[in-house]
């Protein structure tokens, strides 16, 4: 039977890396240059607003935010009285935009970016001719100091990092190769053990989040999907969101609403003309852990 699906919130310009967080699901929305957040009586507000355009969103262990500025290749970290300062420059790690980010517990962070200029490859080249060559991109990690080094290369597009309960274990989307890439995590943050977790095609990998009986949701930015898939690929269950899906995360009261954050299209021109995004809600069995 399938899932009931309602829609939480509407007027968003393009929603991404959405975090749950005090009773609240924040979320940055790329073309209003904008930090939101929604409660589940569907309040949206604006929390703050960059001068670019923000993706990957977390929080270190003192309770300030980290978040990722797309465009300048960058980290900022806004601290508990709202001063906003930049905390990494990844400029020379990151070919292209950055995009979503995982926390750990200590405050490092993993950050991913696009590694080339995805929306004119796709224009001049076809979906179909991209995805079977591109430029990899390099994964970055970002010291709780905010020093930047590189912990994987050749990565096909990284994307929705998670951290297993453990502290133990990143998975990651690589959007342009259909699969979820699982690493070991040593103490200092460096990755190793690199592995294919689960294939995804005829999906592909954006927005991730992690259950606790060990399966991931991915957002299917290709499909009109948010598609639950156990380790080694089975599909355990799909939840049609009527429009591409960019991104997932678990979160309310007791860790059981998936939300998924979809739009229209993720061309940056189509995507900036009209708000067309939406929060999707519904209620799942297995409740949010891990990070983010």
């Not at 991404?16 to 957040?37: I, T």
């Not at 950050?111 to 995805?118: E, K, M």
């Not at 993720?266 to 708000?275: E, L, T, V």
Request: glycine share 10%.
């Amino acid at each position: 039977m399938a899932r009931t699906t309602r829609v939480l919130a509407d007027g968003i310009y393009f929603g991404e890396g959405p975090r749950w967080r005090d009773g609240r699901l924040w979320f940055s929305d790329f073309y209003a240059h904008a930090v939101k957040s929604v409660s589940l009586a569907g309040d949206l507000r604006t929390e703050f607003e960059i001068d670019d355009q923000p993706s990957g969103l977390g929080w270190m262990p003192d309770g300030s935010m980290l978040i990722v500025s797309m465009v300048k290749r960058q980290v900022l970290r806004r601290t508990a009285d709202g001063k906003i300062a930049l905390h990494a420059d990844l400029g020379h790690i990151a070919t292209y935009h950055c995009n979503d980010m995982v926390v750990d517990a200590a405050g490092g962070a993993y950050v991913g970016n696009f590694g080339f200029n995805l929306d004119a490859e796709i224009e001049a080249r076809g979906v179909p001719d991209v995805l079977a060559s591109h430029p990899t991109a390099r994964l970055a990690y970002v010291a709780p100091d905010g020093q930047a080094r590189i912990v994987a290369e050749d990565m096909h597009f990284p994307n929705g990092p998670v951290i297993t309960p453990d502290g133990k274990t990143l998975i990651l989307g690589e959007t342009l190769a259909a699969c979820l890439t699982a690493f070991d995590i040593a103490a200092n943050g460096d990755l190793a053990n690199r592995r294919m977790w689960a294939p995804t095609s005829p999906a592909v990998p954006d927005g991730i989040c992690l259950d606790a009986e060990g399966a991931i949701w991915v957002a299917n930015p290709i499909a009109p999907q948010c598609v639950r898939i156990a380790e080694g690929g089975e599909v355990k269950e799909i939840i049609d969101t009527g429009a591409p899906c960019y991104a997932c995360m678990l979160g309310g009261d007791d860790g059981r609403t998936l939300f998924m954050l979809t739009a229209s299209s993720s061309d940056s021109h189509q995507a900036a003309a009209s708000p067309t995004g939406k929060i999707l809600i519904a209620t799942v069995d297995a409740p949010h852990t891990g990070r983010p």
